[in-house]
């Protein structure tokens, strides 16, 4: 028989619908699995991979062996001491506690659900999603441990999709769209000008000037004429990967020899200090941005590309690959495959609803970029398929891989564990 998928985390949102008292379906070591808890995963879950043609005590069984499983995994986490700091849970937590409370139409309401269904108050609704959201990153850290990243080859996806397409759930209200994205940049001669400027001052450094001099007078960071170019210190990891690199590989005192090019211009970096963790450096940055210019430029092309498209859609693959600055879908000519529209959020969502099927929007301005949307289709409901699904079926391959190699550890694991299964899937359905 195969083997559900079944996700990393699967949160109780719809707590509310679990009847006040409850019985235990199995103990796992000092863990205890309740039969709401299984029921109510059955139904989060008909829809995935696996499941398809399973019977409702088929898939309570399923479950709750991957239940047990994961009680196992946190047994197995105590051993290793691997542990989570709730501090770090408390922005995800009050996220799950609003978005309950919006299913509810706000915390009014929410409250007296919770008392009437429940006989709880908010405050014990979020203990209980801070344990669920606390076994799920330790269960993460055990299977990173164990198994780490997993990534499926071509042939991994075919055959996943070959055993499995029978129960891949249809997927509903879905809209298949292009994109063009024309990214705001400065022309390639501001570049050159600027990476120029920046190799004229290192050749000033070489001749004796100071480093603070020349930063408070060239630099165009903000500010830098009091600072003189001081950032002060930095952790690892929070500045521009390429700056950073460049900083590290100096000595106190040291400056780079060579301009480097972050994603704001030409930097010529010196390192100060490095402490520990940290390091602390000035640069000279001679910018490269686009302006207002640049901006009205770029959006002149979007308005062509869409009145040369709309008079000719079959040229917007060709205009996708010549001129979008996303690569990876250009090579596609401009396909980003389907979507589901009851999971977007805004603006794509109500971006997309305004596109009429077949038809390029307006352009619009994400972020720093102007973009191109094409409706190429739109559907109710659809079958998978491995050419216009690759990626959704690669994350499907690479679950069905990493719970294969985690299958290996648990084997030996549940003899470690103490595991007393108290009910049947039959027995779990039964109110």
């Not at 501090?87 to 299913?103: R, S, T």
Request: hydrophobic share 40%; net charge positive.
């Amino acid at each position: 028989m195969k083997k559900a998928i079944l996700p990393v985390a699967a949160l109780a949102v719809s707590a509310l619908a679990l009847p006040p008292k409850d019985r235990v379906a199995a103990l796992v070591g000092e863990h205890a699995i309740l039969a709401s808890e299984v029921r109510e995963a059955a139904i989060s879950l008909e829809s995935n991979p696996g499941f398809g043609k399973l019977t409702p005590e088929e898939r309570c069984d399923r479950i709750l062996n991957q239940m047990i499983d994961d009680k196992i995994l946190l047994d197995r986490a105590k051993r290793d001491t691997l542990v989570v700091n709730d501090a770090d849970l408390a922005g995800d937590v009050e996220n799950q506690l609003l978005q309950m409370q919006g299913q509810f139409g706000g915390e009014d309401t929410f409250r007296q659900n919770l008392q009437a269904h429940l006989g709880l108050q908010p405050s014990d609704m979020r203990l209980r999603i801070l344990r669920q959201i606390r076994d799920e990153r330790i269960k993460a850290k055990v299977r990173d441990k164990y198994v780490g990243r997993i990534q499926p080859t071509r042939e991994d996806v075919e055959g996943f999709f070959k055993e499995y397409r029978d129960s891949l759930p249809e997927q509903a209200n879905q809209v298949k769209v292009a994109q063009i994205q024309l990214k705001l940049e400065a022309p390639a001669s501001r570049d050159s000008s600027a990476h120029a400027e920046a190799l004229a001052l290192v050749e000033k450094l070489k001749k004796g000037e100071t480093f603070e001099d020349l930063a408070a007078k060239w630099s165009q960071e903000p500010k830098a004429d009091s600072t003189k170019g001081d950032i002060g210190y930095f952790k690892r990891g929070e500045l521009d990967p390429v700056y950073e690199k460049a900083a590290l590989a100096l000595d106190a005192g040291q400056y780079t020899l060579a301009p480097v090019r972050s994603r704001f211009g030409w930097h010529v970096i010196q390192l100060i200090q490095k402490k520990d963790n940290e390091f602390r450096t000035r640069h000279i940055l001679r910018l490269v941005q686009p302006d207002s210019l640049d901006a009205a430029r770029i959006k002149n092309l979007a308005d062509s590309l869409r009145i040369v498209c709309n008079n000719d859609t079959g040229k917007f693959a060709a205009l996708a690959q010549k001129h979008s600055s996303d690569r990876a879908s250009a090579a596609f000519g401009g396909h980003l495959g389907w979507f589901p529209m009851d999971k977007l959020k805004d603006p794509f969502k109500s971006i997309l609803e305004a596109i009429p099927d077949g038809k390029i929007g307006e352009p619009k301005l994400l972020g720093d970029s102007w973009y191109l949307f094409r409706i190429e289709a739109r559907a109710q409901q659809r079958k998978m398929s491995i050419t216009e699904d690759w990626i959704q079926l690669q994350g499907y391959a690479q679950t069905i891989l990493s719970q294969r190699k985690l299958e290996v550890f648990l084997k030996r694991w549940r003899t470690e564990t103490s595991v007393e299964r108290k009910l049947d899937g039959k027995a779990i359905l039964k109110p």
